[in-house]
């Protein structure tokens, strides 16, 4: 009797944690202590098995519901099942292989139930993996259905129709077929540690096998196993941003010496990247972030230190949405060049890094996010000096977020006082290809 694989465990471990701590996956992973004693390829093997079910949960359950005399079932149980489920019908595993590793895990916590997972994963590999295959089929000969695009992806079907009816049909297909297959590695140099060429050079000599992308500076990795272990992240050498964020921040195009507000700091990824683009046209801008939650206002004060910006960023918790206000600290209170308003969104872009979102995410929450993003572009226009810009981005590929926002924004009293600079910038996930991000920029009239 074959024992389940350490990677297998470790998986089981970390979807328990996850489902506990209803926390991100991606973070969970990372504190793993089972994930760290995994070697490379195991670990690699097991992050896709968690991410991969995460992303799938409400459809992998249904799989496995519709073959119990009873959908009730211990926590540990249906881990164990969804993932051997996933196994099976997203991966290259031989079905026998899936079956007996998945009724291992159940024998781990429960051993009566063995049984009863052994004739629920067959049914899946008898019944379901057909189906998903035919499916699979008729997504990439273009003719599958919304149905048939959940099954290839996991995704839940209204995420799914909404994309197929605001972006088309070929936006839903490339989001489906993207789902189950990581998302690439892409990295910028920061170009206040490093030049471009030092960055690739650091990059090859940790084995990381970089290729220059379509950004200046910036690059995907073949290898990107031991990046995280490599310290060039940790260094700040190099930032790890999807090259969509990247072209958003090139699209702001901040210049030597601008002053500039960035809304929604966060951690800083972004700031890095505005600051590399003005570093690249000459010298640094002189950058403000704010944020409303403190710890990630900590988090990015530490790592523009480590970046070597420190000088040129200041950093304070602040809400938005009162940036209209007739109160304001005395370094909000001058007009800015530019404002970039990053803005807090449904992450729908970003699926395959952050695979929750897929299953916790329910419409009406895309609505109450719409209504936020519309005040706090309303009230960070109010900080645009006449003849600035101002730049609206989210990692969204939902209209509601998007389009409809700008729209609103410029019928509205702020609005009107800005013109439209360029068209907007809009991409959606693909095979091997960079996430969904959207972004709008303004220019405030002299007048």
């Known amino acids: 009797m074959a024992r389940a694989t350490p990677a297998r465990l470790a998986a089981a471990q970390v979807l328990g944690d996850v489902r506990r701590r209803d ?52 926590p540990k149980v249906r881990d164990a099942l969804r993932l051997a ?89 490339d989001l489906a077929c993207s789902a189950p297959e990581p998302a690439p590695v892409f990295v910028a140099a920061n170009l206040a540690r490093c030049s471009a060429q030092e960055a690739h050079d650091l990059l090859a000599r940790k084995g990381l096998s970089p290729r220059a992308a379509q950004v200046e500076g910036s690059f995907v990795l073949d290898a990107p196993a031991t990046l995280a272990t490599s310290g060039l992240v940790d260094d700040a050498a190099v930032v790890v941003a999807d090259l969509s964020a990247q072209q958003v ?21 972004k700031t890095i990247l505005l600051q590399s683009r003005a570093l690249r046209a000459g010298g640094p801008a002189m950058v403000v972030g704010i944020d409303s939650e403190a710890f990630k206002v900590d988090v990015s004060r530490q790592r523009m230190s480590r970046a070597g910006l420190a000088q040129g960023v200041r950093s304070l918790v602040f809400d938005a949405c009162e940036l209209d ?48 993003q519309a005040r706090m572009l309303a009230a960070a226009s109010t900080r645009v000096r006449a003849g600035g810009r101002l730049c609206y981005a989210t990692c969204s590929i939902l209209r509601e977020e998007n389009q409809d926002v700008v729209s609103l924004f410029l019928d509205s009293a702020a609005g009107r006082a800005f013109d439209m600079d360029g068209e907007p910038f809009v991409s959606h996930p693909s095979p091997q290809g960079p996430d969904g991000h959207f972004c709008a920029c303004f220019v405030r009239r002299s007048e």
């Open 23 to 74: 926390a991100r996956a991606r973070d969970v992973l990372r504190g793993s202590s089972r994930m760290r004693d995994l070697d490379e390829r195991d670990r690699a093997f097991a992050s896709r098995l968690v991410l991969g079910v995460v992303g799938a949960l409400g459809m992998l359950d249904a799989v496995i519901d519709q073959h119990l005399s009873r959908p009730r079932l211990e």
């Open 85 to 173: 489920s996933f196994e099976l019908l997203f991966l290259s595993t031989p079905a026998q292989v899936a079956v007996s590793q998945g009724v291992e895990l159940v024998r781990g916590v429960r051993p009566r139930a063995a049984g009863m997972a052994n004739a629920v994963l067959r049914r899946v590999a008898e019944r379901d993996v057909p189906r998903r295959t035919l499916a699979l089929e008729r997504v990439r000969a273009r003719e599958g259905s919304v149905e048939d695009l959940s099954l290839v992806s996991g995704y839940p079907a209204w995420l799914l129709e909404r994309v197929w009816r605001e972006r088309g049909q070929e936006a839903a297909r």
């Open 249 to 269: 921040a090139d699209l702001a195009a901040p210049e030597p010496g601008m002053r500039v507000l960035e809304v929604g700091q966060g951690r800083g990824t």
């Open 325 to 372: 206000s007739s109160e304001l600290p005395p370094v909000l209170r001058d007009p800015f060049d530019l404002v970039f308003v990053d803005a807090p969104c449904s992450g729908t872009g970003t699926l395959r890094r952050h695979p929750e979102i897929a299953w916790r995410l329910v419409e009406r929450d895309v609505t109450q996010l719409a209504q936020l």
